[in-house]
Each structure stands twice: as C-alpha cells, then as structure tokens.
C-alpha cells in the first residue's frame, strides 16, 4: 500500500479501531458540547436507520440503542460502541436487506463515535486504575507453598471457587472464598506444616486420680467420697507406682478455712523428703485447681499431703453453739497424679531442609521460649506475608505459641500452629495493598514490597524471591534500570515456566484441551498422550519467543516449532528422533505460527469434524480482540430444516440468511482457510472424498487461497491489532482485573515504546511493568458518577 | 476416679487422652432417644439437580395428566418410583431470558435455576445475581445438621477464556448463591468429599487427640478473625466485600467445629463404604460416587439441603460410549435436525438414567416407616427448554419424593404459560418451615398435588 487515504482504509477489513487509539487528547471532556452533538447529530441518524430492529428487550443481536440519552452513556458503555463503529465501518451493518445508510451519515456516526468513546484524559494523573483484593489462586497457591517451604502440596488443584472473569483466572473480583474453601485451607495448613516442621511425638501419659474414701487421715480428719477434711495437724498419705522417672503434676482441688485471714498451709512429701509447701488462698466456696510439680523416680514413690497451720479461736458465735469463733481445717476435694513421658526427640538426620531452615532457634539456657519463638516466627512471617512485620504482629504470634506451648505442645508444634494462622490468614491468602490515598501530585506507587508480590505473581505466578524481596528491603526496586533487570532475570528464570502455563494456556485457550474428547474412531492418531505433547509444542514455543526476546509477531509466522519425534510423526514431519523437545524448522512444511499448531487447532474444533466458525472465532476473540457479537437470542429458525452439503456448502447456507450473515462473513472465511487441518490438527486435502476447498474472500474483499495467505494478511495488515490484543491480554493477566476505558492511556504507551523495538517480547513485559496501572494503585472508576 | 473437677489447662497435660472442652461440650454421639420430639420427627430435605441444555422435549413430556400419565422415552428410567415422580409442565425461569442482554442464556440460566434473578452482565468486576433458594433454606435451617448444605457437582469451573457472550464463568458454573455476590463454589472430587463428612484422617493428625486439634484450630481462626478485622480497617469497598467473604467463610467453619457433635453415626458409622480413590475417569463412575455421597450425607443426617450440578451450563462434552461423540451444547443447537434431537434425547436419557440411581438408593435407605424417599423433595431439570431455541419457558423440570407426605403420589402438572419456576421454589420454602411467601420472580405458590 502506497498512500493511505481515509475511505481507502476505512475498507481495511477488522483492524480500523487502530486510529482510535491514537493520540488521546490531553485536555478535559467538554461533555455539554459532546451532549449536543449526540442529540443534535446522532440520534437523528440512529432513530433514521437502526432504532427500529435495536429497541426494546426483544431487539436484534440483544443490542438496545434507545436507553443512550447522553454522550456520557455512550462512553460508560464505550466496548458496545467500539464494535458499532467496527461493524458500521465494514459496512454489515445496516444489513443488506434493511434501509440503506449513505455514505456521509455513515463516516459521521463513526467519526462522532471514535471521537466520544476516544475522549481519555491521559493528561499529567491518568486514573492508574484500582485493583480489587486478590485471592491467591490455585496455581498461586501451590507455587507459593513449593517455594516457601520445598513442598508439592498436590490437593491444592482440588481448591474450588477460581472462577474466570475477562479469560483469567487470577481476576481479584471473581476469586471467591466460599467456605469450602476456607475448610481446605485449614487443612492444607496443618498438613503443610507438619510436613515442614516435625514435632517431636507427644509421649505416653500418666494419670491416676483417687477415691477420697480411700485416703483415709489416720487421725486429725475424716474422708468421704465428696471430701476429705482435715482439722488438726494431720497427713493423707498413699503408695504409687511411678512407671517412668520424669516430672509429674499432684492435681489438687482444694479449700480452706481461715484464722486471722490466714488459710491452710500444705506440705506436700515424696518419700518422706519434703517437695513443696503452698498456702490454701481458697476458701471452702471458692475452692480452686493447685498443681504442684514433682520429679519422681521411677518405682513405688510414698506421696503425702499434710495439713501443717492447724489454728482455732475461742468465742461465741450466735447461733453455732459449742463452735470456735475461727477455725482453720483443710478440704480436699479432688486428688490425682499425672505426668507425660518426654517425647524422644526426632534425629536431627531424619529433619527435613524447611525444618532446619524454619527452626533456627529452640528454648535453651540463653534464651526462653519466647525469645526463640520471636526470632523463628519472624523470619517466616516475613516471607509467608511477603513484607516486613510489625512488633505487634510479632507479639501475637509469639502469644498464640506459647498458648500453645502452655496446653502441653511441643515447641515445634507451638511454632507449626503459629505458622498455620499465617497460612489462614487474609495477610497471606490475598495479595494485600493499602497504599495511602491520592495526592495532588498524582495516584500513590503501590509499596516496593507490594510491587515485587504484582512482578512475582505476574511472571511466575509465586512469591517474590529473597532477592525481590531485599530490593525492596533496601527501597532499589525503582531504580533506574533494577526493574527492567529483573524483568529479564525473571523471564530467564524456570519459575517464568509459570506464566507460560497460566498466561498463554488461557489466552490461547489451551487449558480447555483436556476436555476435548475427539471421536477414537475417526482420529485414532490422537489420545492423551499426544494432546498432552501438543500442547507441550505451543507452551514451547511460546517460551521459546519469550525467552529469545523475539518480536511477539513471530507468534504468528515462525517458520520454526518445537517437536519431539511422536509428535513429529503425528504431523508427518521426519528427521526428529527422540523424546526431547526441540526446534525444528518448518521451512518447506505447511505450517507457521501457533494457528498451525494441533493445540490450538484442536480445542477449536468439535468431536467429530473441525468447526470453521469456531476457529473463526477464536481468531478474533484471542488474536485480534474483536469478539464476534454473540448469535442473537432465539437464533432464526432457517426456512430448510436441514442443511446439506459438504461443511462449506453447508456454512455458506447458513451465512444466506441476512441476521447470520453479517457476523458470520467476519468469522467463517477465517475459519474455512484453516480447513486443510483436521479436527486434531493433521494436515488433509480431502475431506469425505471432496477436496478441500481452503479459498476465500476477506470481509475487505482480499481474496486468499490457504490458510499460509490467511496467516500473511494478520502478518502484514494486523499486526498492530494483534500486538494490541496481546497486550492488553497480557495487562488482564498482569493486574488481575478487566481493563478499563483508561488504561487505553497506558496502551498507548506500551504499545508505542514496545513499536520502536521490533514488539519484542521482554520489551512489552517491561513496559507492562513500568506502566502506570501496574505501578500505581488509583481508583475504581467505573463511570458510576456519570449518568 | 471422682470428684474431677480440673481446668482445661491442666487436663491438656493430658495430650493424647479423650477430654471434653466447654465449647465442645458433648462431643458424644447424640441419639435418636435423647433428641427432642420434634426433632424425632423424619426431618424434611430439599435437593436440588441441574442438568444442561435443556431437553429434547418430545421425548420429555408425558402424555395424559394427573396420576395416571405415561412416563415419556426420557424419563422411563424413574418409572419404578412413578408414584413419587412429579413431572412439571410449563414453568418458566423469565431472569434466563436477555431482556435486552442480548446473548448467554447459558450462563444466565444457570444462575438463575436457583435464583429466578436475572444476573447482571459482566465479566467480573461488578458479579450481581441473588440469594439462591436452597441458601435461603440453609440460612434457616442449617444449624441443625453439621453441613448447612452441601454443592456437588462433576466439573470444576471453567478453565479459561470467556465463558458465554461476556459473562463471567461464576454464572454458569455455580447453582448456590449465599448473596447476590457470593456463589458457593461445588467440590467434584469423591475422595475429598468423603473426607469432609467423614473426616478422613491421616496418621499424623491421629497422633493427635481430636480436641486438641479442634482447640489448636479454633485458637487459628481466632487468631485470624483479629486478622482480618485489623485489614478490614485499611481497605476500600471492594476488597471489604472480599474480606466480608473471608470473614464469613472463617466464622461458617469454626460453626463446624462446634456442631461436629452432629455427626449421628459416629466416628466409625460408615462401615460398608470405602473411601474413594480420586475422580474416577470414567463420568458414569464419578457420577455414581457423588450421588453415593450425597446420599451417605442425607442417611447420615449431615445434611438436609444440597445442589448437584449434573454439568456445568453450556457443557459440551461428548458422549462416545453412548453414541453421541459430539459436543452436547453442540447438537443441542439441532436446527430441527432430527438425527440431532435423538442425540440429545440420548444424552438427557443418559442423565436421567443417573439420577434414577441417586432416586434407587434413597428409596433403598429406611426411614420410620417408608424410606428416605418419603421425606425428600428433589428438583431435577433444566434452565433452559429446547437448547436450539434457548427458550426458558416450558422447562423441563421433575419434582421427586413425597415431602414427608405432603405430596399423596406422583402427577403429571400442566401449568398456566408463564407459571413462574419460583412458585415450586415458594412452595417448597413453606415445606421446609421457612416463613416465605415470595421468591425471585414468584407470583404465588405452585400447586403441587
């Protein structure tokens, strides 16, 4: 093409919102002026030439155009609006058999339309965008746990409640927590940690408590089943087997009366030899739980308990003749013995690596159980909540584990329950932001430590790692080039295996393979294990362009894939030995590019015979961002009730009703270029003995012959359209929520910056990276406040 | 031993002996004998089942009315329990259709099966449907049984891209909403769903005495309760409606812990039935196993409320084993085909056939003096009717079980164009004790018998 003129590109096919994105204006939106325009210039055309089939709820294509009354609609509903001007552009659109539309009225509803929705402040403060609160997905989940403590906890792809939203998995508004959830994160923690850390086996326990009757005082009291009482100097006294020597607890529930606000004093013995004296604070009504600890030898031990203070005073009190005025006695109400075995401490050989690493202090002479507490569970809080950690956090982690420790947990198992609320808790389970409020300067960076969780979770879908994190520590994550550096260190990284799993498996649809169940019988070539290397092939080469930072167009056109000889032999390719994947060029084959690939070509098609209309569609739902509108409610029934012929024929019957036609000239000729590959993939010629007929003629009227053609043309005439959709395909993905009319500012940019090198792939990374929306946290900006 | 009277403290010395704490008083079993009168009483279960599509009604629709109809080609397979077998002609699910919406009855029908809303189009960020009537009951219901209800289904949620026409994959893949915001994700995994209501435990864990692992969990939740309590103050209004979920996720299992006394057949009450291995390969087998469980989980009294989605909405898995290798939601678009309608009557068949084995076993189970069967009310069917049309009205929807004897025996119930499906769901709110005389878009109360 030599010199572009407007009508002349206006004829260019699906790609014409290229210009809408050029050059947003810097100056405010002058919505009296734009209202005008709408009522005085629009609407007239609008009610002249599609009001009547798009009104009401029953209207054409479930498009309604009679609630727009403001410029200001228009732009809350600015995607409707895009694909109005496409289809009013490629000239669908008033159908063929509706009232035709000039020419002039036409160029002035597209030009009125791309100048209202286009209308973006991208001035000094672009809204960057707000980002709901995003739960760690599955994939997040189990990589995190990998990383953080070298376990491969599998039943996390059982974790319910990731639902897709804008193609993604990873979207913070549609990541839900139903309690099932919450259940298996509980579990998941406990079973992690005692995983990670061992904690010694708690030992045997002992326990032994007495019928009162049976320790009767032989002088000075009186025993019965609910008490014993004790009121002179007087001792009970029994024998006890001690099975192991180690320390054990007298349990007893006692109560006494007082002389002089005095209570009972109580000497308890073991063998004669005295262990410890208390004093009694508790009366008779208030009786209360003593322990006294004793070390006891193994083999029969002689226990007692005397009552050592016996005091009285004389004198009258009304109403209790014959009794002293204050008496002291001691009651016993309960007496029992228990002790536990020490639990053998597990062989420091037999420990794995994440509890020597975790346990990096225990309870010693030098320091107490709270000083060795504080020092381990701040060390892995920090990485478990991926930013530093406050003293008063600290504090009640230290709090909950010596409960713990308190209740008789070991202190492994003190730490593990500890670290089981960090896996619980909302500080671990969501990417957690609070950034400070706006300020006249612009929209607030989101902290070092919260921008290195968005880069580590963006490219390799885990935690940052202890380098990430100490850039932040040190505040050099911003600085010149350290991001840019780390981008690279990243993507080279086998971690960015990740991003290739969960970006492109969903972008290109391919999570969605392990559903296709091609019939046996007609593709016998194809099972699982092909499925499997196929889409082995794609990621492969995925990673293969990422990693050698080619131009992301080479996604479309590479003369090169990555096989191994099975998958060879399915495609009929020879000279490929061996299971290892490697590269292979397709120079002299007919193929290029992932549209060739049996992955993708696959999951576009239907059990037992491709699907053009579904290939079609893929095409512009993935590579070019158009999203066909979807096929109007209650499909017109076709005047045949059957369709015969062969699939094309069939197709371009269907493509004869006029409400078909016009979305499906967009889809089927793309889909029909493709028709030389089966159902799974192989390349063909004939199909049920006809020959394939691959040709066709573009909406814009090129005509092609193959699906190489079809791949030329998105080469040559798309590129920008596709570069455009991978990056906001990729921005989703990155930031984890839909994009918004005003990340178009930041589009813009990636889009350029990425432009002058070639669309190299690292190239747009990093400028995602830089970008404002992943860089900043603004607001939710829905248009709500417009009417 | 007497006179014991000791903290709780002091008695966790004792780590490996049974001890009861204050807020797991009466971990024991407790028997029919000690339950209170009304509580005697068989109680009152609702079930809901979705399958996708709709139907190919021809083969659907009985012929005659009242009692003495004739099952049709698709639901023959319930005929040995035709006396409970309501079949239900003409209701209409009007929040499926598009109101202006324009495509996605898939994923609008799905939310709505149990909603009667009409879900807001998005893709994500601003999820609106309603409170679903089996969360409605759960809400009032579901202290009484360990489970306040229970979401079963064979798939997980969709795994990428769109999920239909621009609504995100949380409508068409979830049936139990709690709010308009919150769907109930379902659990499809046999083994884990055993484990949930049979509390399938390792040796690690058993090392453990049950209430002290319940004290340690407890001591977690409230640990991060405070947590989330302490973040809530810091964010803004969609991450609170995030922590919200949190927040109630937290609290709805600590109530778990504390009603695990429920549990009537005690620890060990499962005997003939072993723990299943994973998510069997094979549909009918994972079918099968899930419809086990859901039934071991109303004979065990585990709970009284649950939703079973059959398939996803819009699912297009083929069925080669059965003769239909192509994709469902495929050959549900049958242009008037008639090799395709007899596809899809196969597939709805084939369902049916399955829910006919979940029906065999609570009819095989006793309870006083009929069977489990005499004290359910299962809805089984479709949001949408003729899957080519994507029309919502005439839906194909079966009404299973006897409600305790509120319902003499099985018909077949035409009703006036338009009956709203939440009619059957008000009805069915009024059953279970529920004081409601409106649901979704109900215009009064279904008749039913």
């Known amino acids: ?787 | 031993m007497s006179a014991k009277r000791i903290s709780r403290r002091t008695l966790l010395r004792g780590v490996g002996t049974a001890v009861g704490l204050p807020w797991l008083e009466a971990m024991a079993p407790i028997t029919r004998s000690v339950m209170s009168a009304e509580e005697t009483k068989a109680p009152l279960r609702s079930l809901f089942f979705s399958v996708p599509n709709g139907a190919h009604m021809a083969a659907w629709t009985p012929s005659g009315e009242g009692p003495r109809y004739q099952l049709n080609k698709t639901l023959e397979c319930l005929a040995p329990h035709r006396e409970y077998v309501s079949v239900m002609t003409g209701l209409t699910l009007d929040g499926a259709r598009a109101h202006g919406d324009g495509g996605g009855d898939h994923a609008r029908s799905g939310a709505s099966f149990l909603t009667g809303s009409h879900p807001k189009k998005t893709n994500g960020s601003d999820i609106q449907n309603s409170v679903s009537v089996d969360q409605v009951m759960a809400q009032n219901l579901g202290s009484k049984t360990r489970f306040a209800s229970l979401e079963l289904g064979l798939e997980g949620s969709a795994q990428a891209g769109n999920c239909d026409s621009g609504y995100s994959c949380a409508y068409p893949s979830n049936l139990a909403w709690r709010n308009a915001t919150s769907p109930l994700a379902k659990e499809n995994n046999p083994s884990a769903v055993f484990d949930r209501l049979f509390g399938g435990e390792n040796a690690a864990e058993k090392a453990k005495s049950k209430s002290v692992r319940q004290a340690q969990r407890k001591s977690v939740l409230d640990f991060v309760l405070e947590d989330a309590n302490d973040l809530q103050k810091k964010l803004g209004t969609a991450d609170k409606r995030k922590l919200d979920e949190y927040l109630y996720a937290v609290r709805d299992v600590e109530n778990r812990l504390v009603r695990s006394d429920k549990l009537k057949l005690g620890e060990d009450g499962i005997p003939n039935f072993p723990r299943p291995a994973g998510v069997p390969r094979d549909w009918s087998e994972h079918c099968k196993s899930m419809m086990d469980l859901l039934a071991l989980a109303i004979q065990s009294d585990s709970t009284r409320i649950a939703t079973f989605m059959v398939c996803n909405e819009g699912n297009n898995r083929g069925y080669p084993n059965i003769g239909v290798p192509e994709g469902h939601h495929d050959v549900s678009h049958h242009g008037k085909s008639s090799e395709k309608q007899t596809k899809i009557q196969k597939i709805n068949t084939f369902h049916a056939e399955h829910f006919a084995y979940f029906v065999d076993a609570l009819a095989r189970v006793n309870e006083g003096s009929g069977s489990l069967l005499d004290n359910c009310m299962i809805v089984y069917g479709s949001g949408i009717s003729d899957g080519d049309r994507h029309n919502h009205d005439d839906l194909p929807i079966v009404l299973v079980g006897k409600a305790g004897g509120r319902i003499k025996t099985g018909s077949h119930h035409r009703y006036a164009k338009e009956t709203p499906l939440c009619d059957l769901y008000v009805w069915m709110l009024q059953q279970m004790g529920v004081k409601a005389d409106s649901f979704g878009d109900s215009k009064g109360v279904l008749k039913v018998s």
């Open chain 1, 1 to 787: 093409m030599k010199e572009i003129d407007t009508t002349q590109m206006m004829k260019t096919w699906i790609f014409i919102p290229i210009y809408l994105f050029l050059a947003a204006p810097l100056w405010a939106v002058d919505w009296d002026k734009r209202n005008a325009e709408f009522t005085t210039g629009v609407i007239p055309i609008l009610k002249a030439a599609c009001i009547e089939c798009h009104s009401g709820s029953e209207a054409d294509g479930g498009l309604s155009l009679t609630h727009f009354k403001s410029a200001k609609m228009v732009m809350k509903e600015r995607a409707t609006w895009e694909k109005i001007a496409v289809r009013l552009a490629i000239k669908d659109m008033p159908p063929a058999d509706a009232e035709p539309l000039d020419d002039s009225k036409r160029k002035q509803l597209i030009d009125w339309i791309n100048l209202a929705i286009n209308d973006v402040e991208c001035g000094k403060t672009p809204n960057p965008g707000s980002i709901t609160i995003r739960r760690l997905n599955k994939f997040e989940y189990r990589n995190t746990i990998r990383d953080l403590f070298g376990i491969d906890y599998e039943p996390a792809m059982d974790f319910p409640g990731d639902d897709v939203g804008y193609g993604f998995d990873n979207i913070g508004d549609v990541l839900t927590l139903p309690p099932l959830l919450m259940e298996k994160y509980l579990k998941a923690a406990e079973d992690i940690t005692r995983k990670a850390i061992i904690a010694p086996e708690p030992g045997p326990m002992f326990e032994n408590f007495y019928k009162l009757e049976q320790l009767k005082p032989k002088s000075g009291g009186a025993a019965k089943a609910s008490e014993i009482t004790l009121w002179s100097n007087a001792d009970i006294k029994w024998d006890e087997t001690i099975p192991w020597s180690g320390t054990y607890y007298l349990n007893m529930l006692l109560g006494g009366s007082r002389v002089g606000n005095v209570g009972p004093r109580v000497l308890i013995s073991v063998d004669g030899k005295k262990v410890r004296e208390i004093d009694v604070k508790a009366t008779p009504e208030t009786r209360d739980d003593y322990q006294v600890m004793m070390k006891l030898k193994a083999g029969k031990r002689n226990i007692s308990v005397a009552f050592t203070n016996d005091d009285s005073v004389e004198g009258k009190v009304e109403g209790k003749k014959g009794q002293p005025k204050e008496d002291r006695n001691l009651h016993i109400y309960s007496v029992g013995i228990s002790g536990q075995k020490p639990s053998e401490a597990v062989p420091l050989s037999s420990l794995p690596e994440s509890h020597t690493r975790i346990i990096t202090a225990v309870p010693n002479v030098t320091q107490g159980p709270q000083d060795a507490l504080k020092k381990v569970l701040t060390a892995v809080a920090r990485k478990i909540y991926r930013r530093p950690i406050s003293t008063t956090e600290v504090e009640r982690f230290v709090a909950l584990s010596k409960n713990a420790m308190d209740d008789g947990e070991s202190y492994e198992g003190a730490v593990q329950v500890a670290i089981q609320a960090m896996l619980v808790s909302p500080n671990f389970l969501f990417k957690v932001e609070t950034p400070e409020a706006k300020t006249p300067e612009g929209y607030p960076l989101v902290n070092e430590f919260e921008l290195a969780s968005r880069l580590s979770y963006f490219l390799w879908s885990t935690a940052p790692d202890d380098q990430l994190l100490s850039l932040a520590w040190r505040r050099q994550l911003r600085e010149p080039g350290v991001l840019a550096g780390q981008v690279k260190r990243m993507i080279d990284d086998r971690r960015a295996n990740a991003f290739v799993e969960n970006f492109a498996g969903q972008w290109l649809t391919l999570r969605k393979l392990d559903m296709f169940e091609p019939n046996e019988a007609m593709f016998p070539t194809w099972n699982e294990e092909v499925r499997d290397l196929a889409r082995r092939e794609t990621y492969t080469f995925f990673a293969g362009v990422m990693r050698n930072n080619l131009s992301v167009l080479r996604l479309l056109d590479a003369d090169f894939t990555y096989l191994n000889e099975k998958l060879a032999k399915f495609y009929g390719i020879p000279g490929v030995e061996g299971d290892q994947f490697r590269k292979v060029s397709l120079v002299g084959q007919n193929r290029r590019g992932i549209l060739t690939q049996a992955s993708v070509l696959a999951v576009t098609s239907n059990p037992t015979r491709t699907s053009p209309v579904k290939r079609g569609k893929w095409i512009l739902d993935n590579l070019l961002n158009t999203p066909p509108p979807p096929a109007p409610p209650g499909v017109p029934e076709l005047d045949k009730a059957e369709l015969n012929g062969t699939l094309r024929e069939r197709i371009e019957q269907h493509r004869a009703d006029p409400a078909c036609a016009s979305c499906h000239k967009l889809m089927d000729p793309l889909g029909l270029a493709l028709e030389n590959y089966d159902a799974v993939g192989r390349w063909r010629t004939r199909d049920a003995g006809e020959e394939i007929d691959a040709s066709g003629e573009m909406p814009t009227g090129e005509k092609i012959k193959s699906a190489g053609d079809l791949i030329r043309i998105m080469r040559e005439k798309n590129s920008e359209k596709f570069v455009r959709c991978l990056t906001e395909k990729m921005m989703t993905f990155a930031l984890g929520r839909g994009l918004e009319y005003y990340d178009r500012c930041a589009v813009d940019q990636i889009f350029s910056k990425t432009k002058v090198d070639d669309f190299r792939f690292v190239t747009m990374v990093t400028e995602i990276v830089l970008s404002n929306p992943f860089q900043r946290k603004g607001v939710r900006d829905d248009l709500e406040s417009l009417e």
